[in-house]
């Protein structure tokens, strides 16, 4: 289906130069941008981003190291079919160690702290995080050419 997503670069994929790497690859895709922001997070956002790993013993120091404003967050809203699954495809898995080659991910790193790139993995995750990050009226109702 037509959908929306989440993408967020992370502070270490900002810092390595690697915003217009990714930002080509979905355009080269065929998704539209519909939003994009650079921000350093606050607590309080960067907690409900992440709540569902809150319990987890990972969860201070990702949240510190998403808000500590050593680099900035770059947050993208991306449009089209399937593209919640399709970006996920993109970034490839969570865990560099089995991200294949090819994938964003697969590609640039090598630490699952350090995976440069966050991603909505469904479609209720993409609602709540787009709602998160973004207004309404920051989100741009436009046609592609093709
Ligand atoms: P992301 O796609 O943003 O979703 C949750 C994030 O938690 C994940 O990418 C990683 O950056 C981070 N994460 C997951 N597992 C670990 C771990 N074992 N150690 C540190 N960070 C982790």
Redesign the pocket.
């Known amino acids: 289906p037509q959908e929306r997503t989440f993408i967020a670069v992370k502070p270490d994929g900002v810092q390595r130069a690697l915003v217009g790497e990714i930002i080509k690859r979905f355009e080269a895709r065929g998704y539209k941008l519909v939003g994009l922001k650079m921000l350093v997070p606050s607590k309080a956002l960067a907690e409900k981003h992440?709540a569902d790993?809150r319990t987890k013993p990972?969860f201070k120091g990702?949240v510190e190291y998403m808000t500590n404003g050593k680099a900035p967050v770059v947050g993208m809203v991306w449009e089209g079919q399937d593209v919640i699954r399709q970006g996920r495809r993109m970034l490839g898995a969570?865990n560099p160690l089995e991200s294949d080659a090819g994938t964003i991910r697969g590609d640039f790193c090598i630490s699952?702290?350090r995976?440069i790139i966050?991603g909505s993995d469904s479609y209720e995750s993409a609602l709540k995080e787009i709602t998160l990050w973004f207004n309404e009226n920051e989100l741009a109702d436009w046609q592609l050419a093709n």
Do not use: D, E, K, S
């Open positions: 992440y790993l990972f990702l969570t699952i702290g995976n966050h």
